[in-house]
């Protein structure tokens, strides 16, 4: 089966105002970029996006900030983003903070069909509000849910036409356990090749996750903070 579309916009096509949308990476490492660049480009608002954080002021996510596309943002680092908090603090954005290695674990649990589970991370904590509480071993613990997405966008490294991924070093970190958790999973990937090109031992995303491969050029390598020494 050959998924893979022919530009952004179709890649993003089915996706509505109001929806939950899981963006893959970690700071601005394999990020989305093509489809983020085209939601901008639409007149999709109100969404709930999850990210592990919102980008930098114009880059990533913050593309969709700036453009007042989000309605929440789940996640958990955002400090690198003025216009984020600046939305936080005049009450235009509902946010949601979650530790990290939690929203990693709800990501997978969803992903992998698990509806909830226990974890000591955030107990004694603001984290804990509202949360059912047990004791295991003598430790508390709190129950999480696992977490699901209408749309789930993650950008590979490789891909072929049948969805099979593979990520390159941090990139790795949350788009693999996205991939898995959206209703409709789209794969950027910077190189497209055949079917049969990549080992199978060397694949991280099966392509049975995968409903659309976009093949994104001229990726831009861009970090939140440029910083050099003097000679």
């Not at 891909?159 to 788009?175: I, Q």
């Not at 080992?199 to 831009?220: A, F, M, S, W």
């Amino acid at each position: 089966m050959n998924k893979v579309v022919k530009s952004a916009q179709e890649a993003i096509a089915g996706l509505e105002s109001g929806m939950t949308v899981m963006f893959g990476g970690f700071g601005l490492c394999g990020i989305p970029e093509k489809c983020i660049t085209a939601i901008a480009d639409s007149g999709i608002v109100n969404l709930t996006c999850i990210s592990n954080n919102a980008g930098i002021d114009n880059v990533g996510l913050g593309i969709l900030l700036r453009a007042k596309h989000m309605r929440k943002m789940i996640g958990s680092y955002v400090g690198e983003n003025k216009e984020f908090e600046r939305q936080l603090l005049s009450g235009e954005l509902e946010v949601e903070l979650i530790p990290q290695g939690t929203l990693a674990e709800r990501i997978r649990a969803g992903g992998a069909g698990i509806p909830a589970f226990y974890v000591p991370a955030g107990y004694g904590t603001e984290v804990q509000e509202g949360k059912e509480v047990r004791e295991f071993d003598g430790k508390m613990y709190l129950l999480e849910y696992g977490m699901r997405a209408d749309f789930a966008f993650v950008k590979a490294w490789k891909g072929d036409p049948a969805g099979n991924l593979v990520y390159r070093h941090t990139a790795n970190n949350f788009n693999n356990m996205m991939a898995a958790a959206g209703k409709i999973t789209i794969a950027e990937v910077e190189e497209l090749v055949p079917i049969g090109a990549i080992d199978p031992n060397e694949v991280h995303t099966p392509g049975i996750y995968v409903q659309r491969v976009l093949h994104g050029k001229d990726y831009e390598k861009k970090i939140e903070f440029v910083t050099t020494r003097e000679n």
